[in-house]
């Protein structure tokens, strides 16, 4: 065990050494909104009764004129969050380096797609192919494919990935993307809005900040058993939401909840469509080689009351002005792992702080610092504590690995701490 850990860390080492020497610079933007999508949920509501808080989120985040994602740049210090690929080149290389390992691991197939579901500016995206391209056997193999419903986010990606002289084609010929691309980097690029319409093949998958994207039900316990929590128009106050107690159980709360003896929590939150997402790459990696790396702010299905709101860096109420805010829930580990089921193997979740480290973001951290004049040497330190610290985003975000069945190793950042060794 010691000697495959000294192994890794050692082609680590050298990984990172490949790696582009120089600090990305990050983009800035602003936004507005109309008021509009709170219009059109009261008329619904009025029509038709209340609505799912998943139905709820989904039309607050991804409705095709209103939804927050689909018109406007919501990253950075003048949007209303930051992520850690926006904090520092380091996180995108390191995962880079991951998917190098575990493609030499799978036998260097000779065809390869990269898929990232939800790739934001598409800064990981760049800085994991800068850092790919480092080994030509791969850059030849490879393919980029970003699942992106956002028209807006996916033009910004697309100037990221490309140089301005690219031309990037509209998809018209029926194929299952909708825009394609060669990046600046080599690899061709395409865009989907499904994660099934990703062409069959050896496919390795990536998603950061994805999942707590995702449509959530909430169910409350009472004293006649679990009910669904849903949102109804205020009849106290007519620009306002409000949320209610279905009366009876739900389709949802028949379903999807499923409450294991010992759970003592109020609240549930649950995830349906990362449940369908991760069995979707289960069943991919499964029957067609690869393997998925999940990393989000999450537990192992302990907490309750996680939704919430986002806007201008500061919480946000969730039913005020829908589609102007961001709304997130933290990712429930334990479901996903669940969901994955006994055909592939997972792995963690480990925290970030953990799988940076056993990557080797100190290394790559000295690498960069040496290059840098004293003002980037300042950023790579307060980037390396962001993302590291358990103050900061170290503690909060997890990492969790599927790799197919007959693998025989255990994929690198996931060893246990040297104490429960
Ligand atoms: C919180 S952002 C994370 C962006 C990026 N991964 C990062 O960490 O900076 C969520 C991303 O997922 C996309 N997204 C949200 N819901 C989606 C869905 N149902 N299908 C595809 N993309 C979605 C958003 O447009 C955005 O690109």
């Known amino acids: 065990m010691n000697v495959m850990r000294q192994y890794c860390k050692r082609q680590i080492f050298s990984l990172l050494r490949h790696c582009s020497l120089t600090c990305s610079q990050r983009r800035l933007c602003s936004r507005e909104n109309s008021g509009k999508l709170l219009s059109q949920l009261q008329a619904k509501i009025r029509f038709s009764g209340p609505i799912t808080v998943a139905d709820y989120m989904k039309e607050a985040l991804t409705h095709a004129t209103e939804g927050y994602y689909i018109h406007r740049d919501v990253f950075g210090q003048k949007g209303d969050f930051t992520t850690s690929p926006e904090i520092s080149q380091m996180f995108g290389e390191l995962l880079a380096i991951w998917f190098v390992m575990e493609w030499k691991m799978a036998g260097s197939p000779d065809n390869v797609q990269l898929v990232e579901l939800g790739p934001g500016r598409g800064t990981m995206a760049d800085d994991m192919l800068r850092a790919i391209i480092n080994f030509p056997d791969l850059r030849k193999a490879l393919s980029l494919h970003l699942v992106e419903v956002s028209e807006k986010l996916s033009e910004m990606q697309e100037e990221k990935l490309t140089c301005s002289n690219s031309s990037t084609k509209t998809s018209t010929d029926g194929s299952s993307h909708y825009k394609t691309c060669v990046s600046k980097h080599g690899p061709s690029v395409y865009w989907y809005r499904d994660i099934d319409e990703i062409p069959a093949g050896f496919t390795m998958f990536v998603a950061h900040e994805f999942f707590d994207a995702l449509p959530i039900h909430i169910f409350q316990k009472t004293d006649k058993g679990w009910r669904e929590v849903l949102v109804d128009t205020d009849p106290t106050a007519d620009d306002n939401l409000r949320f209610v107690l279905s009366p009876t159980e739900t389709a949802a709360s028949r379903i999807y909840l499923k409450v294991e003896p010992g759970d003592n929590r109020e609240h549930i939150e649950v995830c349906p469509s990362a449940g369908v997402t991760v069995q979707y790459l289960a069943d991919r990696i499964n029957s067609q080689g690869g393997c998925a790396l999940i990393a989000d702010y999450g537990h192992n299905g302990t907490k309750e009351d996680t939704f919430r709101g986002f806007r201008d860096h500061q919480l946000h109420d969730v039913l005020v002005d829908p589609g102007s805010a961001d709304l997130t829930a933290d990712v429930d580990f334990s479901y996903l792992r669940k969901q994955a089921g006994d055909n592939v193997k997972s792995f963690g979740p480990v925290t970030q702080s953990h799988f940076l480290q056993q990557l080797g973001i100190a290394y790559r951290l000295k690498i960069l610092y040496e290059k840098a004049d004293a003002e980037g ?31 025989s190793h255990d994929p690198v950042g996931f060893d246990p701490p040297p104490e429960e060794q």
């Open 377 to 407: 040497r300042k950023d790579l330190i307060s980037a390396f504590k962001m993302l590291t610290s358990p103050e900061e985003m170290g503690e909060r975000f997890k990492f969790l690995a599927i790799l197919n069945k007959n693998s």
